[in-house]
């Protein structure tokens, strides 16, 4: 198995270097480029993940559709639609919605996220095909019952999850 790496980036999104993946996520984390994938069917429901027990940080909580990390040289949308079909078996059109920036430790690892996110969305209609080495679990929920489960059960979910939802609500 090969070793990951990530883009480093400075408050603008612009390259400064790479860092092995885990370790950026090491000693308070280093800002790297990283995505995060909305999809919503026909009914407009979003396409929940549950993440897998074997995620190094913040396994089993609930998420967004997919996330991950471009690759040195690689384009966002090019890693995201790459990311959609390792772990989902999908393949389908994206569009950007948001950019933002979040710090999130996970206190069971001490592991730390500090990304530059790219928020982006689409449309799919149909079941994935979920990697188990990457998906716990899959539903489809209205946005109004993902929000009610946020507001009790925050802790059940991943920590970029509810910002990224917040920035791109407006968009949708």
């Known amino acids: 198995m090969t070793t990951e790496h990530v883009i480093l980036v400075d ?3 612009r390259a ?5 993946k885990l370790a950026a996520h090491q000693d308070g984390g280093r800002l790297h480029r990283a995505f995060s994938i909305f999809l919503f069917d026909s009914a407009n429901r979003l396409l929940l993940q549950q993440r897998a027990a074997c995620k190094y940080h913040f396994p089993l909580r609930w998420s ?7 690759r ?4 966002v949308v090019d890693a995201a639609r790459r990311r959609l079909r ?3 078996g999908i393949s389908t059109d994206l569009r950007g919605a948001a950019q933002l920036q979040y710090r999130a430790v996970d206190p069971a690892t001490g592991l730390t996220e500090h990304e530059f996110l790219h928020v982006l969305v689409g449309a799919f209609d149909g079941e994935p095909c979920p990697s188990p080495n990457e998906i716990a679990a899959y539903r489809w929920e209205t946005l109004d019952a993902v929000e009610a489960e946020l507001a009790s059960a925050a802790d059940q ?3 970029w999850f509810p910002i990224a939802l917040r920035a791109i609500r407006n968009t949708l």
């Open 11 to 13: 408050e603008s999104d």
């Open 16 to 20: 400064i270097g790479t860092s092995e």
């Open 64 to 70: 967004n559709t997919c996330c991950g990390h471009p």
């Open 72 to 75: 040195p040289s690689e384009q």
């Open 86 to 88: 390792e772990e989902l």
């Open 157 to 159: 979910f991943s920590p």
